[in-house]
């Protein structure tokens, strides 16, 4: 179905590499000026699917259209679309200045040079680099090798920036503050971005919505609040490193896991059968303390301090790994001791059941 709101539109998108599926079916559709990321472990199609909305890989099947258009015959220099590797890719014996104005001066239709001198000028400005521009690239830092690939992309005043790990190369402080002028630039551009990360903390800090890759499929479209409070399914409750994920049988509304049998009062279709449990919403009570809710017995094995919560790992008889978070905000770091065991319980509406039900 047409959607001409839409400034890009993935329709039934495949692409194999020899027997490896890199994309499975893709469909996606991305309004104008959206900050979108794109989540998915290693291996799981992120980069195959910027390639071939770039121009760079034409898909075994499926169409890309741009502003309402099938682009399918353009090459990647027609496209409207920006891409901002991971590895920079500058020109190492270039100055800043002409790393910038590269694609300006060498496109189909060169401004004058005063034009080019202005924007780039421009934008090099925009991106924090003012001062910066008679500079070679090998004589500035990471982070600011990072600016000029997002500098030299921008000036060519793509509606569609693509960015594949762009901050992965950087130190956390760095990553943080390129995080906020990623979105300054946005809001002062309304250019559109597909930011692509392993890390589901940054998707879910950067995004309006967040798409979940998962070998090679669209697992979850949605917002970050939704990812975050209903994953579409046990391997996107996994990625997002927030839930504890049980195995275990669904018999109608009957869960029967490693806790026993529990009555789940909502099923979320997904082939693969398993129960969550958010980090935070379990609790640790004495082993012998009178049931109350569903209960797991574990042994405590350690903690991890984590500055505003603390993380307390817990291990069942059948040797899974259960996390516990505790937000200090509710209280005190809890002391456990070590190799003795406990009860872990949650509320069962605040647990996740998948499956066929
Ligand atoms: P991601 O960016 O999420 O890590 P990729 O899109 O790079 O994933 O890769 C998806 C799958 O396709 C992986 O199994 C990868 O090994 C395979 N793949 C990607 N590019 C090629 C290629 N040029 N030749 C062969 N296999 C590839
Ligand atoms: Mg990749």
Do not use: C
């Not at 291996?43 to 071939?52: A, C, M, Q």
């Not at 259960?322 to 809890?334: A, D, F, K, N």
């Amino acid at each position: 179905m047409a959607d001409h709101s839409a400034i890009f539109r993935l329709e039934g998108i495949s692409k194999s590499y020899g027997n490896v599926v890199a994309l499975h079916d893709v469909s996606l559709s991305v309004a104008g000026n959206e900050y979108i990321s794109l989540l998915g472990p290693s291996g799981s199609g992120k980069s195959t699917l910027l390639r071939v909305i770039a121009g760079f890989e034409a898909p075994d099947r499926g169409r890309v259209y741009f502003e309402g258009r099938d682009i399918a015959a353009m090459s990647a220099h027609e496209r409207d679309i920006g891409f901002v590797f991971q590895n920079f890719a500058l020109f190492p014996h270039l100055t800043v200045f002409d790393n910038v104005a590269f694609g300006l001066v060498n496109g189909k239709a060169p401004p004058a040079a005063a034009e080019v001198e202005k924007r780039v000028k421009e934008v090099i400005a925009l991106v924090g680099l003012a001062g910066m521009e008679g500079r070679g690239v090998h004589q500035i830092s990471g982070g600011q090798k990072q600016r000029v690939a997002l500098a030299r992309t921008l000036v060519m005043r793509p509606k569609l920036v693509l960015l594949d790990e762009p901050l992965g190369a950087l130190d956390a402080n760095l990553r943080h503050r390129m995080r906020n002028e990623l979105r300054a630039i946005r809001e002062k551009l309304g250019v559109t971005f597909l930011h692509v990360t392993g890390s589901e903390t940054e998707a879910l800090a950067m995004g309006d919505r967040v798409v979940v890759l998962d070998r090679g499929r669209i697992a979850q479209f949605a917002r970050p609040d939704e990812v975050y409070s209903a994953p579409a399914s046990p391997n996107v409750a996994h990625f997002l490193n927030r839930y504890n994920i049980f195995e275990g049988t669904l018999r109608g509304r009957n869960f029967e896991g490693p806790f026993g049998n529990l009555a789940v009062s909502h099923v979320t279709r997904s082939d693969r059968t398993a129960y969550a449990v958010r980090y935070d919403r379990m609790r640790v009570e004495p082993e012998t303390g009178h049931a109350d809710g569903p209960g797991l017995p574990a042994t405590y094995v350690a903690s991890e301090y984590l500055g505003s919560s603390v993380m307390y790992f817990f291990e069942t008889d059948k040797g899974q790994v259960v996390e516990v978070e505790h937000h200090l905000s509710l209280g005190e770091p809890r002391n456990y001791e070590p190799k003795a065991r406990y009860m872990l319980r949650w509320k069962p509406e605040d647990a996740i059941a998948y499956g066929q039900g």
